[in-house]
């Protein structure tokens, strides 16, 4: 039997995914699974496929170190370069339009296709229990870091590359009509775009 990190949803109304050992970098599924926490199953299947083809980008928030600036993640330069006045006078927020509201974002096409794979077969999963798959909502992700393999990629100037494999576990519930709160101690919110 698998061992989940999530216990406390019901398994009558949810459907479960786990991958193992994948060697995919941990800070960018990371980042990846937190940009679709919270949505609509067919959203973020949407939004990992555009990922894939470089239409929409991941945003990075905690581990963003060294990450360029992505038009597609923030704010605009259109918006950000004019002045005080012309944005108070036309009413124009500074994020108009972007999605995440920040300024740096990458392009984890590894990541969104492991993450792509699970959530399709947490759907299977749950079509399977005969569960609505249209109105299923990512209530928890968790991706941790798996030991690291005893592989490494020997590099020019004394570098090396280590793999840091993962482990992901997203867990889609179905949406109750009540909001979720029919009963149990867990309370959750609507889904996200």
């Not at 949407?46 to 945003?59: C, D, G, Q, R």
């Amino acid at each position: 039997m698998v061992r989940y990190a999530a216990t406390h949803l019901e398994p009558a109304k949810s459907a479960r995914s786990r991958g193992a050992y994948l060697r995919v970098s941990f800070k960018n599924t990371r980042e990846t699974a937190q940009a679709i926490n919270g949505w609509k199953l067919a959203r973020a299947v949407t939004y990992l496929t555009n990922v894939i083809e470089h239409k929409e980008a991941v945003p990075m928030r905690r581990y963003a170190g060294g990450t360029g600036r992505a038009a597609q993640a923030g704010y605009s330069r259109a918006t950000a370069s004019e002045s005080w006045r012309n944005r108070v006078a036309a009413n124009i927020r500074v994020n108009a339009g972007k999605q995440f509201g920040v300024s740096r974002a990458r392009w984890p096409v590894k990541s969104a296709e492991h993450l792509l794979t699970l959530l399709k077969n947490a759907e299977a999963n749950a079509d399977t229990k005969g569960l609505d798959t249209g109105n299923l909502i990512i209530k928890h992700i968790q991706v941790n870091q798996a030991p690291k393999q005893r592989r490494r990629t020997y590099r020019a100037h004394g570098r090396r590359k280590s793999d840091q494999p993962v482990h992901v576990q997203p867990l889609p519930r179905g949406d109750d009509p009540d909001g979720g709160c029919g009963g149990g101690a867990e309370v959750t919110g609507g889904g996200a775009p």
